[in-house]
């Protein structure tokens, strides 16, 4: 365990100045280098002292256009590191990244890898495009797109321990994995990247098209944050029956975008079960993100195994999620949100009727979780609820949905297909006005019949004339510009290129549980989606307290329901009256969910009190309003005593469950030295609330949910203990307690 804790903060720290200890070597593109693929060039540095030493950094030229028509690889563990010069203004004075793109060699093979590593050793990529074949934009040829097979980084299963850091890159169109890691990787460590087009059916099979295939190996520290991946295949993470967990994994502020999931999403196989390492999924956006939906295909059944739980037909259950078995796994799950698009949704519920295999589970929304990963969260005192919350999202733009695909697979064997449509060159402006080429195109296949197999016949058929290696089948492919040119199209003079900026049917804008955007932070929320509302539905519409004491209050609540298929975002809820409070203040709530609000009277002065509870949230620009009212008594000496408790009592705090306040109340029948103390379930001393002498009468407390250095606690059951000791008596005491919990 020592090792391992060492190991991940080594990884908390490994991103520093690569100019620092470096010896960079500035590296010219194929135009400007007398026409040398960027392989050649590193295999002619491969034998300087630097990169012996291990301290060389390839520093490549903005603007510039890098060519490589073989993998660079490294046998003796030696750093492999790419970045570029902040200062450079490029070939070109835009200061674009520099692209780097697969071509063919002399024996007509596309390279496969970019960096493929063997002996352990580090990777880093840094503001870097990389393509694995040069297509529409760059000058080459789309015939490509069906023979690129391979990976961008891949470490292989030699001796040795390797190490993978990206940042600010794009990784485009490789048909395999984008990143892999065959060998032994403490790390992997990927921030601000895109990943576009991952998977190809004709050289390999469904299968394929992952962003990060982990394998079997033991990684301490794995961080995917603020990324974004369009057009995957089959998941974004696949660590499928390994033997070696990830000891910690940080997957947060990503945005996800047309993933077909034909093996499911985020398959993590063996995580850590001690208990002390982090895994974490929050803040995430997910748009048509598991698009073949949950089913029982078991040809992609096999492959939801590690959970070893299993649907009504005894295959395995599929789940969004999907981890071994595991009880003491410390997951952290929460604030994620997802969309299933209007073609989404009709690719989900294709009928018998229209010739369609149908999807076993069309009336239900798929599984999020294991049952396993629900029970652990539940023990935990977390909200199994609002691990993932359904929104309506509009994207600024990004490609289609693969529906055709998706069609494609629920059609029988036996069935005759017609693609009718039109082909445009993948340009970064999506009109192909710049040189390329429109084809129409009108063919007949046969379905797909649930299957998997690689290089199908059928899928062979969808073969567009005279595009070699381009299929009607296929999805929405784009080039590696119209991945990267976004927030340049203006300065470029290009426009339609991708941006996942987005609008909603909740404020999103700041929603993180760290108060940014939910989704890749570099995209922006926009506003809300026009003419999709949420639905609010009070369980009372009006409240009468009746009369209360001055010195005393008295609460009552109302549930707020909200029926729709949308969250409910709940901004604000305000009093038009002081003496009338509410709690909570702000709620999301999920698609036929609901929350319970409490409202308090406390009266100042005798008479009669009148206001409104405001809710502003999205079901419409009118906001929602409660009528409250009450008469206030003023309490004196004739009637004192029907204003002191006659017991000692502590009261259910509320809201329960709260986040991140809570109101505690207690009745004191005497005089007495109170103590109020919250604890976790240990037993540990939390937060003192109270420690003083007070007064017989009705007492409250509000819980800011912080412990006594002032941090904020994590979510969990806590317990409160009141103990009271009447003044001046010996013996005459009272001790009680009561569970909260605290959801984040």
């Known amino acids: 365990m020592k090792q391992r804790t060492h190991l991940l903060w080594f990884a908390l720290v490994l991103i520093v100045p690569l100019f620092a200890s470096a010896q960079t070597l500035v590296l010219d593109d194929y135009a400007h280098s007398s026409s040398q693929y960027l392989n050649n060039l590193v295999a002619a540095d491969s034998s300087s002292a630097a990169f012996l030493a291990g301290t060389r950094v390839y520093v490549l030229r903005k603007d510039g256009q890098y060519l490589f028509n073989g993998p660079m690889s490294t046998y003796q563990g030696k750093p492999m590191v790419f970045t570029v010069d902040p200062t450079d203004a490029g070939y070109s004075n835009a200061g674009l990244n520099p692209e780097c793109y697969g071509v063919l060699s002399s024996s007509k093979k596309l390279p496969g890898y970019f960096i493929q590593m063997q002996n352990g050793g580090k990777v880093e990529l840094h503001n870097i495009n990389i393509s694995g074949y040069r297509c529409g934009d760059a000058g080459g040829s789309d015939s490509l797109i069906g023979y690129q097979q391979g990976v961008i980084v891949g470490f292989g299963t030699a001796g040795g321990i390797g190490r993978l850091i990206v940042d600010g890159c794009v990784l485009h169109g490789v048909n395999g994995n984008h990143l892999r890691t065959d060998g032994i990787v403490d790390s992997v460590i990927v921030t601000n990247t895109i990943f576009g087009d991952m998977g190809n059916v004709n050289p390999s099979n469904f299968g394929a098209g992952k962003g990060f295939d982990l394998r079997d190996v033991d990684i301490v520290y794995c961080k995917i944050q603020n990324c974004t991946f369009i057009n995957a295949q089959d998941r974004i993470i696949r660590h499928y029956q390994s033997k070696n967990p990830i000891h910690n994994l940080i997957f947060d502020h990503n945005t996800v975008v047309n993933c077909m999931g034909y093996h499911g999403f985020l398959s993590l196989g063996k995580v850590d079960s001690t208990g002390t390492g982090i895994l974490q999924i929050t803040n995430n956006l997910f748009v048509d993100h598991f698009a073949l939906g949950a089913d029982t295909a078991y040809i992609r059944q096999v492959e939801f195994s590690d959970p070893g739980e299993y649907d009504a037909l005894h295959n395995p259950r599929m789940a969004w999620v999907l981890t071994n078995r595991n009880d003491a796994a410390n997951w952290n799950i929460q604030n994620n949100y997802y969309a299933i698009t209007d073609s989404g949704a009709a690719v989900r519920s294709l009928k018998a009727s229209d010739g369609y295999i149908p999807r076993a589970y069309t009336t239900q929304e798929d599984p999020f979780l294991t049952w396993n990963m629900n029970k652990v969260l539940a023990a935990k005192g977390k909200d199994t609820t609002a691990t993932f919350i359904k929104v309506k999202v509009e994207m600024a733009s990004v490609p289609p949905l693969m529906t055709t695909m998706i069609r494609w697979v629920y059609t029988p064997r036996t069935t005759a297909m017609t693609l009718t449509g039109t082909y445009v060159d993948p340009y970064y402006n999506g009109t192909g006005v710049n040189g390329g080429v429109t084809i129409p195109y009108n063919l007949s296949t046969y379905g797909d019949g649930k299957q998997k197999n690689g290089g199908d016949q059928f899928f062979k058929n969808s073969l567009i004339p005279s595009l070699s290696g381009v299929f009607a089948l296929d999805y929405n492919r784009k080039s590696l510009e119209w991945y990267a040119y976004y927030p340049y199209e203006s300065l470029l003079g290009v426009g339609n290129v991708l941006n996942c900026s987005y609008k909603s049917s909740i404020n999103l804008q700041s929603a993180g549980t760290d108060g940014k955007t939910i989704g890749d932070t570099r995209w922006t929320w926009t506003g809300f989606v026009a003419g999709v509302n949420a639905t609010f539905s009070a369980s009372k519409t009006s409240i009468d307290f009746g009369t209360v004491n001055t010195n005393q209050t008295k609460k009552d609540s109302t549930v707020v329901t909200n029926s729709s298929a949308v969250a409910l975002a709940i901004t604000s809820v305000t009093s038009s009256n002081t003496v009338f409070t509410v709690t909570p203040t702000t709620a999301t709530v999920a698609a036929g969910g609901s929350q319970k609000f409490y409202i308090t009277f406390a009266p100042t002065a005798s008479g009669t009190q009148n206001g409104k509870i405001v809710f502003a949230d999205n079901t419409a620009e009118i906001h929602d309003t409660i009528s409250v009212t009450g008469n206030g008594n003023v309490t004196s000496v004739g009637n004192l005593s029907i204003a002191i408790p006659t017991v000692y009592q502590l009261h259910e ?50 819980w800011m949910g912080k412990d006594n250095s002032g941090k904020l606690v994590s979510s969990g059951v806590y317990i409160v203990r009141m103990f009271a000791k009447a003044d001046g008596s010996a013996n005459e005491s009272f001790t009680q307690i009561k569970k909260m919990l605290m959801l984040k």
């Open 653 to 702: 705090n509320y809201p329960n469950p709260f986040n991140p306040s809570t109101t505690i109340q207690y009745d004191l029948p005497k005089q007495s030295i109170v103590t109020l103390k919250v604890y976790s379930l240990l037993g540990q001393e939390i937060a003192t609330l109270v420690n003083d002498d007070q007064a017989a009468g009705y007492h409250q407390t509000v």
